[in-house]
């Protein structure tokens, strides 16, 4: 088990290099140069020839003439930058913020805590609905709750999830009235503790439930096709004919042969929510990573959106491995130390 | 199988003569597997469905844009955010043969009938506040001769030459002369025309003065002193005017000196008998029925018709012309952006009595009192924020959004199907390189890399070539499905026979892969292609939503719901985002039902055997 995941995070770390010089390669497209940012005020007092020199010079001391390995080398902070010092991504430098005048670590801070809180919420939410729903469909398969579970899944899955938004924010924001259209709190209001709490939890309620509405779609038809195919295995027939209740039939026999693939669907769903909260956070103007995402690309602050994106990078690979990882733990038949 | 023959088997292998049963093996004898899919799916009512409004939606955006010229350029601020109607012209039928004056509005309609009856029709709402149908009750009272509609203001004028104004009031627009009220020395002057432009609204008394007011920040509404006791007819176009005096000549009388009107060209001086403006541009036609026109044309005002008849009297749009021959026939010519110059033979029975034209309406009056129509009836879904009509803009956005999709759909399995034989078929070190590959492509977090790679690559290339980008920026994201499932596929498929039996007689590997073993596999090739048009068709809509994707003025599904997140659009401009929300989802669920409904179909244990 050990060798095994030393060998995963090992490939792990070569991936997250190969994908990292990759983001910065495509970052370094991006028609840029530094030096003559950094001298552009002077241009005026310098005579042309000094300012060539200057120019040369800064641009050699800022390493801009090196091979783009080097200069990778010195942003991921493999090799010393410019100063001596290793400082790059891997010492915690995630560069500055050109939209913000801010280090992008201290950006990314307060949108992170509102990603990941709505994120989990959202998680809990959608499980909590999906998986008793799609055990049930698949117990009482062919009868009229599944019929109609069946119809409505596909709707919930073939509509992208920003008309589902607008649709929702038109009945519950509009006509009901029942949440805030947008933001991520009462404007002015200066609350604390748990009244803060249940404010923030009033204006996310409606990004929360298109969110969940978004996924029951998807999941409710993988929980169901994973529990039919788990109710259709000999031992299952065997349980019955021994007079096994029906509960126990369904919770423990047949429950547990599905969760194998029903794990692999909640980790890759979790991962694919925190990209496809991009599209929520930008509809309900939620100030998370998606929405500072599409701020940094917009404006051009390409060491912003280069940070995030390296998140995104980390979380999917951290999830991959975390989903091998659980086979052995779900199903003690996998044995993928092999 | 048909559902009859199964209920006559099962009555059969009730109650009649077993013997004539077909069992499973006859039966998968008289069938083909291709055979057997093909009858699953056309007894799935719901894959049917699918099938069905997939391809209605197909055809209407792959037809209709033949039909639907679209102007990427255009935009129209008379027109913008007009719920769906087609009232704009719908006359109440009080106005026949009985009708005094007819006046067009952007979106709306006013008339007065002979009896001195005030209405109004079509979508008559300027603002939250403004609405035109709320005709104010003096003019109900009144006994109304003549009305004139501006971009949103009404002018009405009673028997008594009184004027009145209703609408929007902002910027001055009911600022009526002094000269032009009743006063105690001189009387009511009488009013014989009256005419409105944009926030701008013209009076001419039968004394020959003309008097203009309203908004004259933008408009030229001072009259030089000269020309006053001598008009006989005032044209108004949106923000200037021009004069026809008694001596037949046409002159601008405003104070602005270097704008398209200020120089009336040299004909007419003498002998012109009717004047009339359209938006940008000003028409004449003399004695000798010439028609000339000046100003700013740009939507093909100055194409003037050759025609036997001779014109008479001329009216003008906001970009067309409409004339009355002296046989009583009527032409137009200028823009046709909303078939404002298509006059039907109907029209044309030679009995014209007057016409009344404005904006994009068309009110021809025959001797006998009926009223002919044409022009814009209005938008059967509604116009967005720069008045563009949404449904031209659903059948051109369905086109793109379909062609996008479909092409980044064929990218991903050119390169996924190549890759997973490649992977399956030769294992080893190839198949190693290409997983690990497939594997990192599939890590990467799929939308903000497409993100990223659209703001970044993007930035450089025109419109175009961005959509291009798209395609293979998405096709070449997505292609990592098909490829574990190909190999998958090919995994099981090599290991039979068939396949020993080609390698046996020498045949070269790839025509082994790709003609002995990808047949194979094609159903479920197909099913994944449904499915996976549909998911490229939501991540082209879902980054051109969120401004990555394809930008506007191009429209697509996607990118015209951008902008549709607030509580205004959402509620009170629906139109603009129900439209092309439920077209989309429409077509989304169709796909998906289709898909579903060929994977039950190519899959055998799906039929319970």
Redesign the interface.
């Given at each position: 088990m050990t060798k095994y995941i030393i060998k995963r995070i090992g490939y792990l770390v070569l991936?997250f290099f190969?994908?990292s010089l990759l983001?910065y390669m495509?970052?370094n497209?991006?028609p840029s140069d530094p030096a003559r940012d950094q001298l552009e005020g002077m241009k005026s007092s310098l005579t042309p020839e000094a300012y060539q020199q200057m120019y040369q010079n800064l641009r050699k001391q800022m390493g801009l003439d090196d091979h783009i390995l080097i200069r990778y080398a010195r942003w991921m902070g493999l090799i010393p930058n410019m100063e001596g010092k290793f400082y790059g991504l891997l010492e915690g430098n995630f560069g500055y913020s050109q939209y913000f005048k801010k280090n992008v670590i201290e950006v990314v801070v307060s949108p992170l805590k509102t990603t990941i809180f709505i994120n989990i919420f959202a998680t809990i939410l959608a499980l909590g609905i999906t998986i008793p729903l799609g055990i049930y469909c698949a117990v009482h398969k062919g009868g009229k709750i599944d019929n109609f579970t069946q119809?409505f899944t596909?709707?919930g899955?073939?509509?992208?999830?920003?008309?589902i938004?607008?649709?929702f924010?038109?009945i519950f924001?509009?006509l009901l009235r029942w949440f805030p259209?947008?933001g991520m709190g009462t404007p002015g209001a200066n609350y604390t503790g748990m009244k803060l709490f249940l404010d923030r939890l009033y204006y996310f309620a409606l990004p929360l439930i298109v969110m969940t509405f978004g996924s029951l779609g998807g999941m409710t038809r993988y929980v169901r096709a994973a529990m039919i195919d788990a109710l259709s295995m000999d031992h299952i027939k065997t349980a019955r004919a021994k007079g096994v209740r029906e509960k126990a039939v369904i919770y423990s026999h047949a429950w547990r042969n599905a969760l194998l693939p029903v794990v692999t669907l909640i980790i890759s769903w979790f991962?694919g929510i925190?990209?496809?909260s991009?599209?929520i956070e930008?509809?309900?103007n939620i100030n998370g990573m998606g929405s500072l995402?599409?701020k940094g690309?917009?404006n051009h602050d390409?060491e912003l959106?280069l940070a995030?994106?390296m998140f995104?990078?980390v979380?999917?690979?951290v999830g991959?491995l975390i989903m091998d990882l659980s086979y052995g733990i779900v199903d003690p038949r996998v044995h993928i130390d092999k | 199988m048909t559902d009859n023959q199964k209920r006559h088997s099962l009555l059969r292998n009730l109650f009649g003569n077993r013997n004539k049963e077909i069992d499973i093996m006859t039966e998968e004898q008289i069938q083909s597997p291709g055979r057997m899919m093909l009858d699953n799916f056309l007894h799935n009512r719901?894959g049917m469905t699918g099938l069905i409004g997939f391809l209605a939606i197909f055809l209407f955006v792959l037809i209709a844009p033949h039909f639907v010229p679209i102007n990427l350029g255009e935009s129209d601020n008379t027109q913008t955010n007009v719920p769906p109607t087609s009232t704009m012209m719908s006359y109440p039928k009080e106005m026949v043969h009985n009708t005094q004056a007819i006046a067009s509005g952007p979106t709306f309609g006013v008339g007065c009938d002979k009896d001195g009856h005030t209405y109004t029709w079509g979508y008559t709402k300027i603002t939250d506040v403004i609405d035109m149908k709320n005709i104010p009750q003096e003019v109900l009272d009144a006994k109304i001769v003549d009305v004139a509609a501006g971009y949103d203001h009404i002018v009405a004028l009673d028997e008594d030459n009184h004027l009145y104004v209703w609408g929007s009031t902002r910027l001055g627009q009911d600022r009526i002369p002094s000269e032009l009220k009743p006063s105690r020395t001189k009387g009511t002057p009488e009013i014989i025309q009256i005419e409105a432009g944009y926030q701008i609204s013209g009076a001419l008394t039968a004394a020959g003065n003309a008097y203009f007011w309203g908004n004259g920040n933008m408009a030229d509404i001072d009259v030089k002193k000269e020309y006053q006791g001598r008009v006989k007819k005032i044209a108004v176009a949106t923000y200037n005017y021009c004069l026809l005096l008694d001596d037949g000549s046409v002159v601008y009388a405003g104070l602005q000196k270097n704008n398209a009107f200020t120089k009336v060209p040299e004909n007419l001086k003498s002998g012109v008998v009717d004047i009339a403006a359209s938006g940008d541009t000003m028409a004449a036609v003399d004695r000798n029925g010439k028609i000339t026109v000046w100003g700013n044309a740009t939507h093909g005002e100055k194409n003037v018709p050759e025609t036997d008849s001779k014109p008479v009297e001329l009216y003008g749009g906001r970009y067309h012309y409409t004339a009355l021959m002296e046989n009583g026939d009527v032409i137009s010519w200028g823009s046709n952006s909303h078939g404002e110059t298509n006059v039907t033979a109907s029209v044309n029975s030679g009995d014209i009595e007057t016409v009344f034209a404005g904006f994009y309406q068309n009110y021809a009056v025959t001797t006998s009192g009926d009223i002919h129509t044409w022009g814009l009836k209005g938008h059967p879904l509604g116009t967005d924020d720069l008045g563009r009509d949404i449904l031209t803009r659903i059948i051109h956005g369905g086109k793109t959004t379909m062609t996008v999709g479909a092409i980044a759909e064929i990218i991903s399995i050119i390169v996924g199907v190549i890759l997973g034989a490649l992977a399956g078929y030769f294992g080893g070190r190839t198949d190693m390189l290409i997983m690990r590959i497939s594997?990192?492509i599939g890590?990467?977090?799929?939308?903000?890399?497409a993100?990223?790679?659209s703001?970044?690559?993007g930035t450089r290339f025109d419109v175009q070539m961005r959509m291009y980008l798209i395609m293979v920026v998405l096709g070449l994201l997505s292609w990592t499905g098909i490829c574990r499932l190909i190999r998958a596929q090919i995994l099981a498929e090599r290991e039979k026979e068939f396949v020993l039996a080609a390698q046996a007689m020498g045949v070269r590997e790839g025509t082994i892969i790709f003609k002995h073993i990808l047949p194979n596999v094609l159903s479920i090739l197909l099913v994944q292609a449904t499915l996976g048009f549909?998911t490229c068709m939501?991540t082209e809509?879902?980054l051109s939503?969120?401004?990555?994707g394809i930008t506007p003025p191009t429209p697509t599904w996607?990118n015209m719901?951008t902008g549709?997140?607030?509580?205004i659009v959402?509620?009170q401009y629906?139109w603009r985002?129900v439209f092309p929300?439920a077209i989309?989802?429409l077509c989304?669920?169709c796909?998906?039902?289709m898909g579903?409904a060929i994977r039950d179909a190519v899959d055998p244990k799906s039929l319970g055997r």
């Open positions: 991936v190969i994908v983001m495509l970052y497209l991006i119809v596909i709707i899955y073939s509509i992208p999830v920003y008309i938004a607008l649709v924010v038109f924001a509009v259209v947008s991962l925190f990209s496809g991009v599209i930008n509809t309900f995402y599409i690309l917009q390409y959106a995030i994106q995104y990078t979380v999917s690979l991959a | 719901l594997e990192i890590g990467l977090p799929f939308l903000p890399f993100l990223l790679l703001a970044i690559i549909a939501l809509s879902s939503y969120l401004g990555f996607g719901l549709a997140n607030n509580s959402i509620q629906w985002w929300a989309f989802g989304t669920i796909i998906n039902l579903d």
